[in-house]
């Protein structure tokens, strides 16, 4: 166990649709970043938040955004859903040395699994 | 631009075989690398970094050595266990962008 909780487990909708996707960092990390594993894609960095601010940026489409709250947890909100969002959402912690934001060993949660119909 | 090229699986070995999965990258200057596992149903775990060439990252088992003038991180373990099957994914980070290989699947046969 990671200490990384994300919710929910499983996520089933449809074209057109917005869901939003929640993550609980490990006690103490004040940074967190969101990947998207697909089978065609594989592995992509979305974004990372530290205290609350975006800090870096990857792939991430317009339609999608993220946030991280005060008390640290993190919600990324996928809209306009097309089928090629199904998906896999990890969400990863780290404590975050202020230089390089992968520098630290990032803990993976068990991820949400988002089918688009 | 930066990417990672792996190779492709799925590598089927027996138990106490010699591991190889090699890494190659292509980036500007001279990015940090990784090598991550992801056991099934899990997220992924760090298993080993390195941040500058030379450098050799190990943890459990496994090495890999940062070779500029290769461009290469392969990863190697002397005697594999079944427990080691997993998915293995090389990593490069460079300009606070992190890039993953497609991940390479081990099955280790008892």
């Known amino acids: 166990d990671s200490g990384v909780t994300q919710t929910p487990k499983h996520l089933i909708t449809a074209t057109g649709q917005r869901v939003t996707l929640r993550c609980s960092p490990r006690?103490?990390?004040?940074?967190v970043y969101w990947y998207q594993q697909s089978l065609d894609q594989g592995l992509q960095f979305l974004i990372q938040?530290?205290?609350?601010?975006?800090?870096a940026k990857g792939n991430i489409l317009e339609r999608f955004s993220a946030q991280q709250f005060p008390d640290l947890h993190s919600e990324l909100n996928l809209s306009s859903l097309e089928l090629g969002d199904s998906a896999l959402y990890f969400c990863?912690?780290?404590?975050?040395?202020?230089?390089?934001?992968?520098?630290?060993?990032?803990?993976f949660g068990p991820g949400t699994r988002l089918t688009v119909l | 631009g930066n990417s990672v090229t792996q190779m492709e699986g799925p590598v089927t070995l027996s138990e106490e075989a010699f591991l190889t999965i090699n890494c190659t990258y292509t980036?500007?200057?001279?990015?940090?690398l990784f090598w991550y596992v992801q056991y099934p149903g899990e997220g992924l775990q760090l298993l080993l970094k390195?941040?500058?060439?030379?450098d050799k990252g190990s943890n459990k088992g496994f090495e890999a050595t940062y070779r500029k003038e290769t461009t290469s991180f392969h990863l190697e373990k002397g005697s594999v266990q079944v427990s080691d099957s997993a998915v293995y994914f090389c990593?490069?980070?460079?300009?606070?962008?992190?890039?993953f290989g497609k991940g390479t699947r081990l099955h280790i046969l008892p």
């Open positions: 390195a941040t500058k060439a030379d």
């Open positions: 006690s103490g990390d004040l940074s």
């Open positions: 990593a490069l980070n460079r300009d606070d962008k992190i890039i």
């Open positions: 980036a500007t200057g001279y990015p940090s």
């Open positions: 990863a912690s780290s404590v975050f040395s202020g230089r390089d934001p992968f520098y630290n060993e990032q803990f």
């Open positions: 938040y530290y205290n609350g601010e975006e800090r």
